[in-house]
């Protein structure tokens, strides 16, 4: 009787022993939650970096159409934002104009784009005294091409929206930098940094 006792006291020493095994053979490269079955994040959909910047042409706020090939030769910063003046694009959009001098310093031309129709972004412009190109992308087909329109959640309700993202694309056309899902605070300095670096 002793060396069965003996025999299930070794049993039971095992288990945690095969547990630590059975976690040290998981594939390489997966963590405990993606062996679980957590949801994988979807693809960021959109131009990445080395990529040629998809071609538009959009009408502004009042200045005519502004055509993105026709810039060739100057960097572009191209910003997306969800809506006219709004807090947090408000911010961006003022941030963007307060160091227009030092983007024009480095030829570099800057285009907002949202939703928003010719005479909202005039408003806006004129409000705010923005003295950059605000682009009517009212069909979304330039933020599709860049990826940007995309499904939100807000207090549970799912709606389609603009992502707040920025695109900076070179001389020659090619996609040299790029910002998903941006904050605002401090955005507009890491985008002249990466202007400067090209």
């Known amino acids: 009787m002793a060396a069965k006792k003996k025999g299930k006291r070794?049993?039971?020493?095992?288990?945690?022993?095969?547990?630590?095994?059975?976690?040290?053979?998981?594939?390489?490269?997966k963590t405990a939650a993606k062996t679980m079955g957590?949801?994988?994040?979807?693809?960021?959909?959109?131009?990445?970096?080395?990529?040629?910047?998809?071609?538009?042409?959009?009408?502004?706020?009042g200045t005519g159409q502004i055509t993105l090939a026709a810039l060739r030769g100057k960097p572009v910063v191209l910003y997306f934002?969800?809506?006219?003046?709004?807090?947090?694009?408000?911010?961006?959009?003022?941030?963007?104009?307060?160091?227009l001098p030092n983007f024009s310093g480095l030829n570099a031309e800057i285009i907002g784009v949202s939703k928003d129709n010719e005479?909202?972004?005039?408003?806006?412009?004129?409000?705010?005294?923005?003295?950059?190109?605000?682009?009517?992308?009212?069909?979304?087909?330039?933020?599709?091409?860049?990826?940007?329109?995309?499904?939100?959640?807000?207090?549970?309700?799912?709606?389609?929206?603009?992502?707040?993202?920025t695109y900076l694309i070179d001389k020659d056309g090619i996609v040299r930098g790029v910002w998903r899902s941006v904050k605002v605070p401090g955005h507009v300095d890491a985008v002249l940094k990466a202007v400067q670096g090209l």
């Open 38 to 61: 957590a949801k994988k994040t979807a693809p960021v959909k959109g131009p990445k970096v080395g990529d040629k910047a998809p071609d538009f042409t959009l009408p502004t706020d």
């Open 81 to 99: 934002y969800p809506r006219d003046d709004t807090p947090g694009c408000t911010m961006e959009a003022c941030g963007f104009n307060d160091n």
């Open 10 to 29: 070794k049993t039971a020493k095992k288990s945690p022993a095969k547990r630590k095994t059975a976690i040290k053979k998981a594939p390489p490269g």
């Open 119 to 165: 005479a909202s972004h005039a408003r806006f412009r004129a409000k705010f005294g923005l003295k950059f190109h605000l682009a009517a992308d009212t069909e979304t087909k330039v933020a599709k091409a860049y990826g940007v329109w995309v499904e939100k959640s807000l207090y549970g309700r799912k709606y389609m929206g603009m992502d707040r993202a």
